[in-house]
């Protein structure tokens, strides 16, 4: 029987990160970043999240090619502008569909957003502004998590759905909420908080019809319009961003 020499295996080594490069462009009188980062794609595109703006491309660019691809991008982002749900420079949000100037306060060694008033009774303690922009997304989140919370027991009852569904948030770009049957679980996309009630109890309806019917069968959609008579235009609303 011949020896076998068994090979040392070689530590696996960790991911490395994609290296990104940020620029800063004036769009629409208002400073914006935008990432580029070299993809293995045949093609460039942009990916816009309520974080980020980047740009994937197959090379490495020169300046020209950059302007180009702004040029060719820039609709989409200022559509993108248009549809923030919060402007640090200009210092407003909006929440259900409402517009908000904010403002923060310091009282002895704490901090706190004295407009709008619903927001007054949380503190914090650093007011550096990435911090601050960390802080107010954390509390909108919160405020809307029990909103959104409170509506869904609401519906469920006049749905006559005989459970509870658990309610949470993620950062979804490609669906506005999911609803896990099995798992009694439904998950909404944080970038809801933005928009009128009307039309977040639209998404609400359509994602709890998906206790009676798992797919998108006539079925389905007879019980969202019976209970949503609106919902396409709502859903117009919608996915072009309009909050209210």
Not at 62 to 71: D, V, Y
Not at 107 to 130: A, C, D, I, W
Not at 151 to 178: C, D, P
Request: net charge positive.
């Amino acid at each position: 029987m011949k020896n076998s020499i068994l090979k040392e295996k070689k530590p696996l080594k960790p991911p490395t990160r994609k290296k990104e490069k940020k620029y800063l462009f004036e769009i629409e009188n208002q400073k914006v970043e935008v990432f580029f980062r070299i993809s293995k794609k045949h093609f460039c595109t942009l990916k816009i999240t309520s974080n980020k703006i980047l740009v994937l491309h197959n090379k490495t660019l020169q300046e020209k090619e950059i302007e180009t691809l702004l040029k060719i991008f820039s609709e989409n982002i200022k559509n993108h502008l248009k549809a923030q749900r919060i402007d640090f420079d200009n210092l407003y949000f909006y929440f259900l569909g409402q517009k908000y100037d904010y403002q923060i306060a310091q009282k002895g060694q704490s901090f706190y957003f004295s407009k709008p008033t619903f927001l007054s009774k949380y503190t914090f303690r650093n007011n550096e502004e990435e911090k601050i922009k960390d802080k107010l997304k954390e509390l909108l989140e919160r405020e809307f998590l029990k909103y959104l919370t409170s509506k869904v027991r609401y519906w469920e009852k006049i749905m006559e759905i005989n459970y509870e569904n658990e309610i949470a948030l993620r950062e979804k770009n490609s669906t506005w909420g999911t609803n896990y049957i099995k798992q009694k679980k439904i998950i909404f996309s944080k970038n809801l908080w933005a928009f009128s009630q009307e039309i977040i109890e639209s998404v609400i309806i359509h994602e709890l019809s998906h206790c009676f019917w798992g797919d998108h069968s006539k079925k389905f959609w007879a019980i969202v319009y019976k209970f949503c008579p609106d919902y396409q235009i709502l859903t117009k609303k919608l996915n072009k961003k309009e909050f209210n």
